[in-house]
C-alpha cells in the first residue's frame, strides 16, 4: 500500500481488546469470531482450497475459527500444538468445536510442500505476542509455510515478525496478504516488515 493507517504497539493492541472485553462487555470469543470472518473473505479472494497452520494461541484460534468460515470440505488444518484452555481459552473453544464437528485438525507435523498444491496457505502460527526467536518444529513450521506454492496469507501479523520492532525473529513467514486487526503494528512498518506483510488489509473486529 502506498499510504498504511497509524500503526499501533502491541500493548496498544491489546489494551483496545482489553478494553472492548472489560468495558463493552463484548466477550472475548465474539472478538475472535470477528477476526475469523475478516480472515475468510480475505482468503477468499485468493483461492478456493485452504492448507491453515494453526499455533495454540489466540492466532492459532483465529485459523481455527477461519476454518468454519471458509468450509471444512474446503480446509487442511495443522495444528503445532493444541491449545491449552488455561492459557488460551477462545482457541481451545475453537478446537472443541471443531472437534466436535468431526473436522480432521492434524496435530504436530506440519503438512507437504505440495499440500492442497494451488491451495491459498494461512499462516495461523504465531501473533504479536511473540518475544524469542523460533526455532526446532515451530521454525520447520514457519519454513514449511515459505516454501509451500500457492498465494499466502497471514492473520494479523506474520509469524516471526515483532510486532513493534520489526526484527526477524530467527525466521519470519513472508505473505503476499497479511489481515491485520484495528491497526498496523509498528514492526510492520519497517522496512523488513513491509516486505514480510505483502499486501495489507486491515480489519476491524466489530468495535462500536
Given amino acids: 500500500m ?31 469470531e470477528n477476526a475469523a470472518r475478516s480472515v475468510a473473505e480475505a482468503a477468499r479472494g485468493l483461492g478456493s482450497r485452504f492448507v491453515i497452520l494453526c499455533g495454540a494461541g489466540n492466532n492459532g484460534g483465529d485459523g ?18 493444541a491449545p491449552d484452555p488455561a492459557r488460551a481459552p477462545d482457541a481451545a473453544l475453537q478446537h472443541a468445536v471443531l472437534a466436535r464437528a468431526g473436522a480432521d485438525v492434524r496435530l504436530g507435523a506440519p503438512p507437504a510442500t505440495d499440500a492442497g498444491d494451488g491451495a491459498v496457505w494461512i499462516d495461523a502460527l504465531f501473533g504479536t505476542g511473540l518475544g524469542r526467536a523460533l526455532e526446532g518444529e ?27 520492532t520489526g526484527e526477524v525473529l530467527g525466521v519470519a513467514c513472508k505473505a503476499d496478504v497479511t489481515v491485520t486487526f484495528v491497526a498496523p503494528k509498528l514492526g510492520m512498518t519497517t522496512a523488513a516488515g513491509r516486505d514480510l506483510v505483502g499486501r495489507l488489509v486491515v480489519a476491524g473486529l466489530g468495535l462500536p
Fill in 2 to 32: 502506498s499510504a498504511w493507517p497509524d500503526a499501533i504497539t502491541v500493548a496498544q493492541a491489546r489494551a483496545i481488546d482489553r478494553d472492548a472485553a472489560e468495558r463493552l462487555g463484548m466477550p472475548t470469543a465474539l472478538l475472535m
Fill in 64 to 81: 481455527l475459527a477461519a476454518a468454519r468460515h471458509l468450509g471444512l470440505e474446503r480446509c487442511a488444518i495443522y495444528l503445532l500444538n
Fill in 138 to 164: 515451530a521454525r520447520r513450521w514457519v519454513d514449511r509455510f515459505n516454501a509451500a506454492t500457492g498465494p499466502k496469507l497471514s492473520v494479523d501479523i506474520p509469524s516471526g515478525l515483532h510486532g513493534d
